[in-house]
C-alpha cells in the first residue's frame, strides 16, 4: 500500500531556529497538504497546494511559514524561526483528488520547541 | 468556527460490543470522512460518505448521514481491542475551498 512519509519523526529546536520538516507524498497524487495537531486538541489545517503553488492558507500559516515542492517528489514545510507555540504534531497529506478521495497521512513529525 | 463536533468526546465498551459515535457540522458539505487515530500516530482514513448518500458500509463500520439535521454517526461492530484509537470526523464544504475540516474527536477504549 503506497504510504506518505514523514522525516524526521522528532525534531528538537531552540526558539527562534529555523526548521523544515520533510514529505513524501504518493507519486500520482495531486494535492498536498499540511495539518498540525497540538498535544491534546484537534487537527488544524495549515496549507493546502496543489499545481505548484498555494492553493489555500489559514490564519496559522502566516509569514513565517512557507512550503516547497522541489523537485517533484518531496514537499516541505519551514517554519522560519520558531516559537513555543510552534510545538505539536505535523502532518502531510496527499490526495488523488480534490474531494472525492480521503486523504493519505503520514505518520508526522513531533516538533518540540525549547 | 468549529466544523465538527464528535459527540461522546471519550467512550469505553467492553469488547464484541458495538461503539456508535456521533459527529455534527456546520455548514453545507460535499462529503463527510471519517478518520482513525492510534495514539501519537497519522490519521488513516476509514470511509467517505457523500453528501447524496445516506448510509455507507465498508467490514465492520457503517456510517450514516443526515444532511438535514447536518449529522454523521459511525458504529463500530462487534468491536476487538484494536479498534481503541480517536476517531475523528471531518468534512469538505461545498464553498469552494477544497480542505478537509476535523471535528473534536471520540476517544475510544476497548475493554478486553
Known amino acids: 500500500e503506497p504510504e506518505v512519509t514523514q522525516t524526521p519523526s522528532h525534531q528538537v529546536t531552540q526558539m527562534g531556529q529555523e526548521v523544515i520538516l520533510r514529505c513524501v507524498p504518493i507519486?500520482?497524487?495531486?494535492?498536498f497538504y499540511w495539518y498540525r495537531q497540538i498535544l491534546g486538541q484537534k487537527v488544524e489545517f495549515l496549507v493546502s497546494?496543489?499545481?505548484?503553488?498555494?492553493?489555500?492558507k489559514s490564519e496559522i500559516f502566516d509569514d513565517q511559514f512557507s512550503v516547497e515542492r522541489p523537485d517533484g517528489s518531496n514537499f516541505t514545510l519551514k517554519i522560519r524561526s520558531t516559537k513555543l507555540e510552534d510545538s505539536a504534531m505535523y502532518f502531510c497529506?496527499?490526495?488523488?483528488?480534490?474531494?472525492?478521495?480521503?486523504?493519505?497521512f503520514g505518520s508526522g513529525t513531533r516538533l518540540t520547541v525549547v | 468556527s468549529q466544523q465538527g463536533e464528535e459527540d461522546p468526546q471519550a467512550l469505553s465498551i467492553q469488547e464484541g460490543e458495538n461503539a456508535t459515535m456521533n459527529c455534527s457540522y456546520k455548514?453545507?458539505?460535499?462529503?463527510l470522512q471519517w478518520y482513525r487515530q492510534n495514539s501519537g500516530r497519522g490519521l488513516v482514513h476509514l470511509i467517505l460518505?457523500?453528501?447524496?448518500?445516506r448510509e455507507k458500509h465498508s467490514g465492520r463500520l457503517r456510517v450514516t448521514l443526515d444532511t438535514s439535521k447536518k449529522s454523521s454517526s459511525l458504529l463500530i461492530t462487534a468491536s476487538r481491542a484494536a479498534d481503541t484509537a480517536s476517531y475523528f470526523c471531518?468534512?469538505?464544504?461545498?464553498?469552494?475551498?477544497?480542505?478537509?475540516?476535523f471535528g473534536t474527536g471520540t476517544r475510544l477504549t476497548i475493554i478486553p
Open positions: 455548514t453545507s458539505i460535499n462529503n
Open positions: 497546494f496543489y499545481n505548484n503553488e498555494i492553493s489555500e
Open positions: 497529506a496527499s490526495s488523488f483528488h480534490r474531494t472525492d478521495y480521503g486523504y493519505t
Open positions: 460518505i457523500r453528501s447524496n448518500e
Open positions: 471531518a468534512t469538505i464544504s461545498n464553498f469552494g475551498n477544497e480542505k478537509l475540516t
Open positions: 507519486s500520482n497524487h495531486l494535492y
